[in-house]
């Protein structure tokens, strides 16, 4: 375009439309601002009276969340310590990423590179069809029949080979625990791996042709070509696709609450029960009859936020620096 | 002729009149009014709470709707009055009870099986307001042990080598061990020395479920713990002297006795912890836990008979307080060894607006008397305004005349719920019926009595 049309273009009865376009993409920038931050002043507002009892740094290191209660002399004793909750949460999470994203990601690949056109396009419907699954349905499916399965076979076989070594992944093979943070953690993975699927392969889709060419004309294997070139092109947009499914895991409820135990302390192996933020607000919410209690659930809220905060922001700084690594 | 044809027809009419009358005369010897229903009133009838009455109060909003079809739904709240019953825990009734949907079609009434503390009372006297509302017993029952031990098997008899099905005993003492986390698998000398003709309790550790909300079931539980173990475990941590519980042993002195409807896996969290032994699993309401120990071997838990029985759970039998011929008696929770539990417990209190120092019917003497049965309560509110979404008056009488039909005919067998041929429910003692009776006559609407006829 030269430089005549494009200010041909800007004139006459167009030139009130960018300004007002500008202003309303601007508003509804405002909008979603304004929206976090009153989420986020509320959380800590409902908190208060929480710190009058307890203060933050016991909150976060304590894991005996007994509730306030009366002793003889009248003071108030017991506390809230949420380091059981919080330990869950990154744990099943960890696990959830663990499974979901090299399985997810080398579906994707398969799916995009390998697989047959049409047998592309079913899996991918499949996959997409999976991913809409609300998550209460997979609660139930993981509280009937999964949880058992997975207990018998995957728990054994890790707490009869690593579990001898390591003591927080090991388990009485002859009366393996019930619910644990483990199967939680399997359970969120398998959530989540449809989406980090879709996603992924959406991402992988869309590195452009003319590389894959380039390298396979420079004489490289399919499996270099995905090593040296899609992946690398592909690994911001695959941790976007990471962060999502990571972000659904850490709010997910239903599903946990089901299979976790509801053991609000840090347990001592991975195959006991334990308790995530999300499953303790959810179970807790109805019985809140003093502000302490609600100002408990709130600040475990806050918790959440901030470790969903401070994940997202980690893994920009990973993918920023490998990105800022592959261009020089 | 035709005068005389009359005068006897007139007779004949009156006197069949007057024996329908008679005959119609109700057969219960407890009270025969009952409060009027406006006509036109519809509207739902709902309350929430204690999961541990949930099964009666179903049966009994089956028969009593089936009893009244012209005024009561099953449905369609468009076409009468519907009853409804949710459960969420004794804690959440009473959260629900004060809170801002109180008085309005949805909560209309609350369960707890658990004594209200006094900073409940406080917080209910100032959103309701004092004297206006009641706590009113509805039902009673036991609570089971249950256990998922497949294949316990026990000798017939000391001297034989012939083996049967087993049936755990246990006792206060050893569930205190358990859930305090002292006692951590199943062949626990303790649990063996109880149960000496039990060939093959596994060495294996107990997977221990308890409720996870703040439960009146557990709160009965607890009673029957604090007075099971009150020496040998120091009312098992449930008395004013255990001040948190990040106490980590039961040492000490015991001052009041104070159950608690507290999740145990939090009550014990800190005890455990120090012993190294696994975390309770904690589950919602009955459901959750019958549900959990019918899926999971080597577990144990605790629920109201019906939910035991509707899941075909193994019960334990548990241990009397008094002895019989120098030996203690275990007794599997039932109907006649229930009622002779309250019967038996005498309670200096009558159940009817308790104080915060009554004590469940827990561990009473006898020796058919089973130890952990309890009282389940309704919170119902007294007085009535309408305006804005606050349930209208036809649905309040409803409530009302349901709650007066279940302290009279539904106190009849046939209208308490079994399962499997076990009754699971009991009916109240007729003293106290009376005075839950009297309770209910005080419900006004718009500061007039209720007409009762």
């Keep these: 375009m030269t430089q005549n049309e494009g200010t041909r273009l800007g004139q006459g009865r167009l030139s009130l439309a960018d300004p007002i376009f500008r202003l309303l993409l601007g508003a509804a920038v405002i909008l979603a601002g304004l929206l976090l931050a009153t989420l986020i002043v509320s959380l800590i507002g409902y908190s208060m009276p929480l710190w009058t009892v307890e203060n933050p740094l016991h909150f976060i290191t304590s894991d005996v969340w007994s509730g306030l209660s009366q002793a003889p002399d009248g003071s108030t004793v017991g506390g809230f310590g949420a380091a059981g909750m919080i330990f869950g949460t990154v744990v099943t999470s960890i696990i959830a990423i663990l499974f979901a994203a090299p399985v997810g990601i080398f579906a994707a690949v398969y799916l995009v590179e390998f697989a047959p056109k049409r047998l592309a396009t079913l899996l991918t419907f499949l996959v997409e069809l999976i991913a809409a699954i609300p998550s209460v349905v997979i609660g139930l499916w993981a509280v009937g029949d999964l949880s058992l399965r997975l207990r018998d076979s995957v728990e054994w076989w890790v707490a009869s080979s690593i579990g001898k070594i390591i003591p927080w992944l090991s388990e009485d093979p002859a009366a393996p625990a019930a619910s644990s943070v483990f199967r939680a953690g399997l359970v969120l993975g398998m959530m989540i791996l449809p989406m980090v699927v879709a996603v992924s392969r959406e991402v992988i889709r869309s ?8 390298y396979v004309g420079m004489g490289a294997t399919r499996w270099e070509t995905i090593r040296h070139v899609i992946l690398p092109t592909a690994k911001v947009g695959i941790a976007g696709a990471v962060l999502l499914a990571l972000g659904r895991a850490i709010g997910e409820t239903i599903a946990v609450t089901m299979v976790i135990g509801n053991a609000s302390r840090i347990p001592g192996s991975l195959f006991q029960s334990g308790q995530t933020i999300a499953s303790k607000i959810a179970g807790s919410i109805a019985e809140t009859g003093t502000p302490e209690e609600l100002g408990s659930l709130a600040a475990l809220g806050l918790a959440l936020f901030l ?22 | 002729m035709q005068t005389r044809k009359r005068i006897r027809l007139t007779f004949l009419v009156g006197a069949l009149v007057l024996s329908s009358l008679v005959g119609a005369a109700p057969t219960s010897a407890t009270v025969a009014t009952t409060p009027v229903i406006d006509s036109g009133a519809v509207g739902k009838i709902a309350g929430s709470g204690a999961t541990f009455p949930w099964s009666q109060y179903d049966k009994w909003f089956e028969d009593f709707t089936a009893a009244n079809p012209s005024i009561f739904k099953t449905s369609n709240t468009g076409a009468g009055l519907v009853l409804d019953y949710t459960g969420g825990g004794s804690s959440a009734g009473v959260t629900n ?16 099986d658990s004594v209200l503390s006094s900073a409940d009372r406080t917080n209910i006297d100032t959103a309701v307001g004092a004297g206006k509302w009641s706590v009113v017993p509805m039902t009673a029952g036991p609570i089971a042990m249950v256990y998922n031990l497949p294949g316990l098997k026990q000798k017939v008899s000391a001297s034989s080598s012939k083996k049967v099905k087993a049936t755990l005993k246990l006792n206060g003492e050893i569930v205190c061990g358990i859930y305090s986390g002292q006692i951590e698998q199943w062949d626990d000398e303790k649990i063996a020395a109880l149960n000496p003709l039990i060939t093959n309790l596994p060495n294996v550790d107990i997977g221990v479920v308890a409720r996870s909300d703040g439960s009146g079931t557990t709160f009965i539980w607890a009673s029957y713990l604090m007075k099971s173990a009150a020496t040998a475990q120091k009312a098992c941590g449930y008395h004013s002297g255990f001040t948190s519980n990040t106490s980590t042993d039961f040492s000490a002195s015991v001052a009041t006795l104070t159950p608690a409807k507290t999740a145990p896996g939090d009550y014990f969290g800190a005890m455990r912890t120090s012993l190294g032994a696994a975390s309770i699993s904690g589950q919602s309401g009955n459901a959750g836990i019958a549900s959990y120990v019918d899926a999971n071997s080597n577990t144990v838990g605790y629920v109201e008979l019906a939910f035991a029985k509707a899941n075909g759970l193994s019960i334990a039998s548990m241990e009397t307080k008094s002895k019989s011929g120098g030996k203690f008696k275990y007794l599997q929770p039932s109907l006649a060894t229930a009622a002779a539990a309250i019967t038996a417990a005498a309670a200096t209190e009558d159940p009817v607006n308790p104080s915060t120092s009554f004590v469940q019917p827990v561990f009473a003497s006898g ?31 409803g409530l009302t005349r349901f709650l007066n039909w279940a302290m009279t005919t539904g106190q009849l067998s046939s209208h308490l719920y079994s399962e499997g041929g076990a009754q699971c429910y009991l009916p109240l003692p007729s003293t106290v019926r009376a005075l839950v009776i009297t309770e209910l006559k005080k419900v006004k609407y718009d500061d007039t009595l209720l007409v009762w006829n």
């Design chain 1, 307 to 328: 470790i969903t905060l401070g994940l997202s922001l980690a893994v920009r700084f990973i993918t920023r620096r490998s990105v800022v690594g592959a261009n020089s």
């Design chain 2, 97 to 112: 009870f004060k809170g801002t949907d109180k008085q309005k079609a949805t909560q209309m009434f609350s369960g707890t």
């Design chain 2, 367 to 397: 020796t058919n008397s089973y130890p952990i049965v309890g009282y389940s309560w309704l919170i119902i509110y007294l007085d009535w305004h309408s305006g804005g979404s606050i349930a209208s008056k036809g649905q309040v009488q």
């Design chain 1, 207 to 214: 590195v452009p042709q003319s590389l894959r060419e380039g």
